[in-house]
């Protein structure tokens, strides 16, 4: 597929360990799936604002999922002002706006601080330096993080409240009234 120009490989650090790679349609793809009668919305949205701008709001939505959030790409906000990721979990708002551009207006940005309960500025470990910089001091209830860092720290929180990692290997902590089986068999045999 790469020989025949239908797809690019992108590579993207995730993590502080080598990119991830990932295989990404091209405009020939595209036009291809088109003429097939697929749907390529969503990879029109992806040229709006680029592939990877995109993967950072869907691990981050992922992962607020995992926790138990309602959470949402590009949603709108009761101003009518946009966030890359909103996550709603009761009365908490936590918005999450993905900024790989150092160059644009960031402080306007952080507009939609007042909106939210927290609001996090996720940016590429590389661009995270130049956009600490470009940001100055944040206001209260703003984060800035880079990706590696947010997913991770994330991943924690689930481990931490919930007792999940996204890699499924350790098993869900039992909540109050539960039993465990082994309690469940000691109980049944003493009877």
Known sequence: MIENGLVIQVEIPLTGRRPTAFLVLTRKALKFLRSRGVDTKLWNYIG??????????????????????????????????????????????????????????????????????????VTSRSKFGEVRARLGKLPPKTHLYSIDRMLITLRNLGVKEIGINSSGRNKMKPMSGMRNKSSVSSEAGRR
């Open 48 to 121: 709006n604002v680029g592939f990877e701008h995109l993967l950072y709001q869907v691990l981050v939505r992922w992962e607020f999922k995992k926790l138990g959030y309602d959470a949402h790409i590009e949603a709108k906000l009761p101003s009518g002002r946009r966030i890359d990721v909103l996550a709603v979990k009761g009365d908490r708002r936590i918005g999450v706006e993905v900024e790989l551009n150092a160059n644009v207006d960031l402080k306007a940005k952080l507009k939609v601080a007042e909106e939210l309960d927290a609001l996090y500025i």
